[in-house]
């Protein structure tokens, strides 16, 4: 509820958390600290759940000295790490991951990937989108290649991505430009 749709429609059963946009749902003259208790507030949770799980997101984001820093002064990669953290921590039903992590540092965006992957061994669900297929593989069993609107392949993540790079390789759907090497 912090950026409108442009259209179509979900249907939630639990508390959602989101991170698809760099600076959604953030207040750049906020601090990092003010920022986790609004990002808290907006997912519906009272203060001192957010407050009991403070501690563990600092810590995750390894942002502690900067905690107390408005946003406005954080890099985009400080910035995705709060981001994550709060996202990550706050126990959603559904976490919806966008390829905002790309901005991160490698050994950052593979603490994530192990995140995601603790949540969804507790049986949350995750939901990550991204053109890097090494991460989508590694985390995901089922996936769906979604080509303007339209689905062009679902099922088993090891199938989806061998539709994504077979119509890369041949040049369908402008993706001729697609380079699996760079993605590693």
Not at 70 to 96: C, T, W
Not at 150 to 172: L, N, P
Request: proline share 3%; aromatic share 8%; hydrophobic share 40%.
């Amino acid at each position: 509820k912090i950026i409108q749709p442009t259209r179509g429609e979900i249907e939630v059963s639990g508390r959602l958390s989101a991170l698809l946009e760099l600076g959604a749902g953030f207040h750049p003259d906020l601090t990092g600290r003010e920022n986790i208790f609004l990002n808290g507030a907006i997912l519906g949770l009272r203060r001192k759940e957010i407050a009991r799980h403070f501690d563990e997101i600092v810590a995750f984001s390894e942002l502690d000295q900067f905690i107390n820093t408005p946003v406005k002064r954080y890099s985009s990669g400080m910035y995705v790490r709060l981001a994550f953290a709060v996202a990550a921590h706050l126990e959603p039903e559904i976490l919806i991951i966008d390829e905002v992590l790309a901005v991160g540092d490698s050994q950052f965006q593979k603490k994530c990937l192990g995140k995601m992957d603790d949540i969804a061994d507790e049986g949350r669900t995750v939901l990550f989108v991204s053109h890097n297929l090494n991460a989508v593989s590694q985390l995901c069993r089922t996936g769906i290649w979604l080509d303007k609107g339209v689905c062009r392949s679902q099922g088993a993540i090891e199938h989806v991505v061998k539709d994504y790079m077979i119509a890369g390789t041949s040049g369908q759907s402008g993706l001729s430009r697609f380079n699996p090497d760079a993605e590693k």
